[in-house]
């Protein structure tokens, strides 16, 4: 039985990792850690919770020598947009915590998760059915920090055989938790408006295609990662992965199946349309499907159906 620690716990995706993996192994085999405190959090109440500041590798390899910890969810980092306003933060974070991870993991035998972005692309990328392996020339610092991390995951793995993998996550749409700041954030604040205000103002323009993926779909391709056979794996870091092409319009259209009443408009963000433009219309993830069976269980509809059902439920309860 694998002994997991997961940094960033807090965050969008975090919060519902830890759930799923307390789920799969026992709360006793997995071991929260943010460097928030964990009275924000809805990680469940018998799963071990520590603070740690990635950039602090002594903290870091306590935690996983006290733990022992044999794989690592890396997911503290700051985001497309959030970084945009704070590169040299991005750069310590997004690098040097990734860093410390490595060499944690190098000294202790740990196998490493580590999720990179469809922010790795840039404006050269082919934009349709963006390839595996294409050029990477991303123009902004949380890109350049995920290209430069693939490659380092990779070296970690050829250079010393540390067990790295990774996926390039598209947009992550969930309810349980905020997004953090990232270009793709209007197909999360787009639901709740439609369900609370019944209109929503986009800061991404009409047309803008990004790919996307519901967060269940998100939490399975990490694990199923994981847990695949090393033999089956050719590439390690980091696989395409997707479940759907969208734009504001194609979104909007769907929630009115259930809300006949929302409208929205466009207020464009310079900053996040132009690190939308760069990024690809709809990527290739036939190499994950065919070295790890990668196949999500969401589509658009099914996918804004729950999103709607749950985030109903959520506002009911708080209301209650």
Not at 10 to 17: A, N, P, R, V
Not at 127 to 136: A, E, G, M, V, Y
Request: glycine letters at 6%; proline letters at 6%.
């Amino acid at each position: 039985m694998p002994k997991i620690l997961i940094t960033g716990a807090l965050g969008q995706i975090g919060s519902e990792l830890v759930g799923a993996l307390c789920e799969r192994y026992g709360t006793e085999n997995v071991i929260a850690t943010d460097i928030r405190p964990l009275n924000e959090s809805t990680i469940p109440d018998k799963c071990p919770f520590e603070t740690l500041n990635i950039t602090d590798i002594n903290r870091l390899t306590e935690l996983i020598s006290r733990y022992r910890i044999t794989t690592i969810y890396h997911l503290a980092a700051l985001l497309s947009a959030v970084a945009e306003a704070r590169p040299q933060d991005a750069w310590h974070i997004n690098m040097n915590g990734l860093y410390n991870v490595l060499e944690a993991a190098r000294n202790y035998h740990c196998a490493v998760f580590t999720p990179s972005s469809i922010g790795a692309f840039g404006s050269s990328t082919p934009s349709d059915l963006t390839p595996q392996d294409t050029i990477q020339r991303p123009n902004t610092i949380y890109g350049v920090t995920k290209v430069a991390g693939e490659l380092l995951c990779d070296y970690y793995f050829n250079k010393f055989g540390v067990d790295t993998r990774g996926v390039r996550y598209p947009g992550i749409i969930s309810y349980k938790t905020p997004p953090g700041g990232g270009t793709t954030d209007y197909a999360v604040h787009i639901f709740y408006a439609a369900l609370k205000q019944k209109h929503y103002s986009c800061f991404l323009k009409k047309g803008t295609f990004l790919d996307m993926m519901y967060m269940p779909d998100a939490i399975k391709a990490a694990i199923e990662l994981m847990e695949s056979e090393p033999a089956r794996l050719k590439h390690r870091n980091a696989f395409n992965v997707t479940a759907m092409s969208i734009d504001p319009e194609m979104l909007s259209t769907e929630i009115r199946k259930h809300v006949p009443d929302f409208t929205m408009d466009y207020n464009i963000d310079p900053l996040r349309q132009n690190i939308a433009d760069s990024w690809p219309n709809h990527i290739d993830d036939s190499t994950a499907r065919e070295e790890w069976s990668w196949q999500p269980d969401y589509d658009l509809s099914t996918m804004t159906t729950d999103m709607l059902k749950q985030l109903s439920l959520k506002f009911q309860n708080i209301n209650s």
